[in-house]
């Protein structure tokens, strides 16, 4: 009997524990034939959908509206989604198979995307974190993908603008970071009262199970970007809105039942990273995690087991980050056009793209495929 890749890729989406990991399911199936997607900004000006293998050859190239921020991969089909950059509108679905558009949604009238989105564990329903035309608390909206996309409900994120969300290992609970920023458009307006949170929240009844906050001298360290482990540690980015030399959290942990820890950095690394962390992950094991800061131009590694800093990448405009088969090695995409592997235990950095690489930005966000 063969098993092809993708039939073996559903089977394991439906055990919720294994489905939370994508690293685990990039793991289980083998190097040959992955390849990674990203939106990135062509040198004509325009944005686009990029998929390249990890070999460093460029595969497809589907050209976007405007630009996106977040890449998804479908559990089950040979669809990848890629969502509108916040205050966007539309997600577009690509056929990797066909190498041809599936289709294009908008979003209801009056809401925004924040960027993010997530499938559920049976490849059925698309949760996505939205601005809502009137309340100030975010939503995530849920569509179904079986019934031309509607909107089947609706559920407050307990938070201003919530970005990035994952499953957790149990594949029914969802961990939002809820920024804490109100936006009008790309405009920031409430500063001086933001509060992020970090939530969890039941993605059938929108009950509000866990709800964690910094102290309130950090209430400007927006929590925006996240990654699980297959166990249940989040790993998590921040990014200050306060002055650019106080001293302040930048990346945090967290498990349930406890407080959100900050992970400490040496202070010369800490100040080089500008306040700004772009991008969390984990790696295929779990034990090792990468958190990118595209404005200081370094990425940090961690040892997650012990929450202990190892070291740094320098990738210039380094944002995108997804794990490899290899354990404690990842992928980081630059706007500058290159894509580099890196090893958590180790200082050196292999440019994927070998010859030269295309003439793109890669944005904020990358995924395997």
């Known amino acids: 009997m063969v098993i092809k890749r993708r039939q073996f890729l559903t089977w394991l989406a439906a055990t919720p524990a294994l489905a939370t990991s994508s690293s685990l399911l990039l793991a289980a199936t083998g190097r040959t034939g992955l390849r990674f997607a990203s939106s990135a900004r062509g040198n004509d000006g325009h944005f686009y959908l990029k998929i390249a293998s990890l070999e460093g050859k460029q595969l497809a190239s589907h050209r976007l509206p405007d630009r996106a921020h977040q890449v998804l991969a479908h559990p089950g089909n040979p669809w990848v989604l890629t969502l509108a950059r916040r205050p966007g509108t539309f997600i577009d679905i690509y056929d990797t198979e066909a190498l041809k558009p599936r289709a294009q949604i908008q979003v209801e009238n009056g809401y925004r995307l924040y960027g993010h989105a997530q499938i559920s564990t049976d490849g059925r329903y698309l949760f996505t974190s939205e601005r809502h035309p009137v309340e100030p608390e975010g939503r995530l909206v849920v569509r179904d993908l079986e019934d031309n996309y509607r909107v089947v409900r609706e559920m407050t994120t307990h938070g201003i ?15 939002i970071a809820n920024g804490g920023i109100q936006t009008d458009g790309r405009e920031k307006l409430n500063l001086d009262s933001m509060q992020p949170s970090l939530v969890y929240l039941d993605s059938e009844s929108g009950e509000l199970l866990e709800k964690r906050t910094l102290p309130d001298e950090f209430h400007q360290c927006s929590i925006r970007h996240l990654d699980v482990a297959a166990e249940g540690q989040v790993v998590i980015a921040l990014q200050y809105q306060g002055h650019p030399v106080d001293r302040v959290p930048l990346i945090a942990a967290h498990r349930r039942g406890e407080e959100l820890a900050e992970l400490v950095l040496p202070e010369r690394t800490r100040s080089q990273l500008r306040q700004y962390c772009g991008s969390a992950c984990f790696d295929s094991s779990g034990r090792f995690a990468a958190v990118s800061a595209p404005r200081g131009n370094l990425t940090t590694l961690w040892d997650m087991q012990e929450r202990r800093f190892l070291n740094t990448a320098y990738i210039p405009d380094g944002c995108g ?7 404690g090695e990842f992928l980081v995409s630059s706007g500058q056009g290159q894509v580099f592997s890196i090893q958590a ?25």
């Not at 070998?354 to 890669?362: A, E, G, I, K, L």
């Open 161 to 175: 603008g919530p970005h990035e969300f994952h499953w957790m290992p149990d594949g029914k609970t969802l961990v």
């Open 321 to 327: 980050l997804a794990p490899t088969l290899k354990a």
């Open 345 to 369: 235990l180790s200082e050196e950095r292999q440019p994927l793209f070998t010859q030269s690489p295309p003439p793109v930005n890669w944005d904020n966000h990358m995924t395997l495929i």
